[in-house]
């Protein structure tokens, strides 16, 4: 009951984020508005892996590394949606499955990036779960919008 009006709360606040969010970016196409509509993407991804991490790992007690990778398929297809249908209106490839798969693939290398990172920071530097998932988070936008930005659009 609780995760259910979480979630509810969620998609209510994450739908008027992002329409005003878009309303102010879609006032003007230059080419650098495509890295912050991307940022707000990423954000709206990042509260939704973080949230779903975050529940696997403190509520049904999933290891972190295991609550990582289902949390980033939660984060990947949101990013996915949101991502051709606000951030990037041209594309490079028009069949939209090669283009998922595509985009998968660099989520994918995030996703080891993002493995690699929090095992580092966690069992080599002790550092706190939170702090170690923003960071390797920070490390991966830049690794995915770089090469969406060069491979898909």
């Known amino acids: 009951m609780l995760f259910s ?12 984020l992002f329409s005003v969010a878009r309303s102010i970016l879609n006032k003007s196409n230059c080419k650098k508005n495509q890295f912050i509509k991307y940022f ?35 984060g990947l297809t949101t990013n996915y949606i949101l991502s051709v249908n606000f951030v990037f209106t041209n594309r490079k490839i028009n069949h939209k499955m090669k283009e998922y798969i595509l985009f998968a693939n660099i989520g994918i290398i995030g996703l080891l990036i993002n493995q690699v990172t929090l095992f580092v920071c966690i069992e080599k530097f002790e550092e706190s779960l939170v702090v170690s998932k ?14 969406r930005k060069i491979l898909l659009f």
Do not use: K, P, Q, R
Not at 134 to 146: C, D, R
């Open 5 to 16: 009006t979480f979630t509810n709360f969620n998609i209510v606040f994450f739908y008027v």
């Open 134 to 147: 923003i960071l390797s988070t920070i490390i991966v936008f830049l690794w995915n919008f770089s090469a």
């Open 40 to 74: 707000f993407v990423s954000g709206i991804s990042f509260i939704v892996d973080f949230s779903v991490f975050f529940f696997f790992v403190n509520y049904l007690d999933v290891h972190y590394l295991i609550a990582n990778v289902l949390a980033f398929l939660f």
